[in-house]
């Protein structure tokens, strides 16, 4: 079996970001993938997206960026509304909470860490 998992990494700021994503997907699921005192490397399931978040020890010259996000498909309005008041907490709005011509209800943000999330009503019959 192959599969691709898409890995985020983070500068000593995973464990916040878990809060804050705990917060705005309460039935997240968090599995450590080291025995550390303070986990470096977790598998993540958000919204039924595998992830792996590490915590790198060194200091890099680059984060994350807005070219990758993660796209949250929402059937109700209110869930919309309700991740993106979480998850632009102290973030960066780089499409305002409104209607446009692909979805009714879409914002795109990028969190207090640097990760980017699309968050949108889905259109019937799709994402």
């Not at 915590?55 to 209110?78: Q, R, Y």
């Not at 993106?84 to 409104?98: H, K, N, R, S």
């Amino acid at each position: 079996m192959i599969a691709a998992i898409p890995q985020l990494m983070f500068q000593g700021a995973m464990a916040d970001a878990i809060a804050l994503w705990s917060r705005a997907f309460p039935d997240m699921q968090v599995e450590r993938l080291d025995g550390d005192d303070r986990p470096t490397r977790v598998r993540a399931l958000i919204a039924g997206q595998p992830l792996i978040l590490f915590d790198s020890p060194p200091v890099h010259d680059f984060g994350f960026t807005p070219s990758i996000s993660l796209l949250i498909s929402c059937e109700e309005a209110a869930d919309v509304d309700r991740l993106a008041a979480i998850l632009d907490e102290g973030g960066q709005v780089f499409m305002p909470l409104d209607e446009y011509p692909f979805s009714p209800r879409y914002t795109w943000v990028a969190d207090r860490f640097g990760v980017s999330w699309q968050i949108m009503l889905a259109a019937e019959g799709g994402p």
